[in-house]
């Protein structure tokens, strides 16, 4: 079965550096996603993307944050200037529409740890 | 802003019983309703779904019921077995008409199946 792969599964980085994370999507899915879990929270919404921009964001995907598509096969995260509570686990996550029934299918994360 | 409440963190049943998963929800906007099952070190899977137009869904052993003058859901699995055990998220989802839609998920239960 297709899946969404994302590497790296760990990163370590101190704060004020900035990171890349990546995901490949489900080569036939048209929308992306990038959620986010802080250990002990709940899975946050961050961004959507669609043809090559994005849909939508939430409150937590400020300026340090930003999105890519560089290849048509890769999915990127940056985040430019990585803070303490940045640290979390971060999904990425692509369904075939962008509709209600149209379930997303998640990666299985990259830790992310700001020291 | 809890929209979407799960309000057992932890279940534990023995093998061969009924579990029953409880979710509520205070957005009414609501339209689509999901459960999503995590193992460790993996992303959240999907499960099964609900519109808010049905009340009932099944699948094989999971069965999802939709009460939505209580805005209530909860997820059946019978019989339950040991490889259900896992995080159960349930997750509600609004068209944003943004051209995606974003999920809005509980902090999930922890489901033990007791061989």
């Known amino acids: 079965e297709p899946e969404v792969t994302q590497t790296p599964s760990h990163q370590v980085t101190q704060m004020g550096q900035e990171v890349i994370l990546r995901c490949v999507p489900i080569?036939?899915?048209?929308?992306f996603y990038w959620y986010r879990q802080i250990l002990g929270q709940k899975v946050e919404f961050l961004v959507s993307?669609?043809?090559?921009?994005?849909?939508?964001k939430s409150e937590i995907f400020d300026d340090q944050f930003s999105v890519e598509r560089p290849d048509g096969s890769n999915f990127t995260l940056k985040i430019r200037s990585t803070k303490l509570e940045d640290s979390a686990m971060y999904f990425c996550?692509?369904?075939?529409?962008?509709?209600?029934?149209?379930?997303?299918?998640f990666g299985n994360g990259t830790r992310l740890t700001v020291t | 802003d809890q929209q979407v409440k799960q309000n057992s963190p932890s279940l534990s049943v023995q093998e061969g019983r009924i579990s029953i998963l409880n979710c509520d929800y205070t957005?009414?906007?609501?339209?689509?309703f999901l459960w999503y099952k995590k193992y460790p070190a993996e992303g959240p899977t999907f499960l099964i779904s609900?519109?808010?137009?049905?009340d009932k869904n099944e699948d094989g052993r999971f069965t999802v019921f939709l009460n939505k003058s209580a805005k209530h859901l909860s997820l059946h699995i019978v019989p339950s077995q040991p490889g259900d055990s896992a995080v159960y998220f349930c997750?509600?989802?609004?068209?944003?008409?943004?051209?995606?839609?974003?999920?809005?998920f509980g902090k999930g239960t922890k489901l033990s199946v007791i061989p």
């Open positions: 609900i519109s808010s137009i049905k």
């Open positions: 996550a692509s369904s075939e529409q962008g509709t209600s029934n149209s379930p997303l299918h």
């Open positions: 957005n009414s906007m609501f339209d689509y």
């Open positions: 080569s036939n899915h048209l929308y």
């Open positions: 993307f669609y043809n090559n921009e994005i849909s939508e």
């Open positions: 997750a509600a989802s609004a068209y944003s008409g943004a051209g995606s839609y974003q999920l809005t």
